[in-house]
């Protein structure tokens, strides 16, 4: 998730959302262990998540995945996970996190 956020230039608050989310997800849902390609769709769906809230410019999303992975996911796969992952997470897609309190104080004291 963190290559794919480097290689495409999203901000870090990208990456620390896309782990959110993603952590969240897994506490609440968890996931089987006889599907690997499962946590690598959720990673995708939660980095393509993140985009969405904070990012100005979101690649298409054949392009968020990393290139050499095992698994390769349709669109509309990548659609359908979002779905379950935005109900599974309640629609709250604006958590609290270290580096919201980290922007907070550089802003409070400049």
């Not at 993140?50 to 669109?75: N, R, W």
Request: charged residues 15%; negative net charge.
């Amino acid at each position: 998730m963190l290559n794919v956020n480097a290689s495409h230039g999203f901000t870090a608050l990208t990456a620390v959302l896309s782990v959110n989310y993603l952590d969240r997800f897994l506490s609440i849902f968890g996931l089987q262990s006889d599907k690997p390609w499962l946590i690598q769709l959720v990673a995708v769906t939660c980095l393509s998540l993140a985009a969405k809230v904070e990012e100005t410019h979101v690649p298409l999303l054949l392009d968020l995945q990393v290139e050499g992975t095992i698994y390769v996911f349709e669109s509309k796969t990548i659609q359908r996970m979002e779905l379950l992952v935005l109900s599974t997470l309640q629609w709250k897609m604006h958590p609290i996190t270290p580096l919201s309190f980290l922007d907070h104080i550089t802003r409070d004291s400049v």
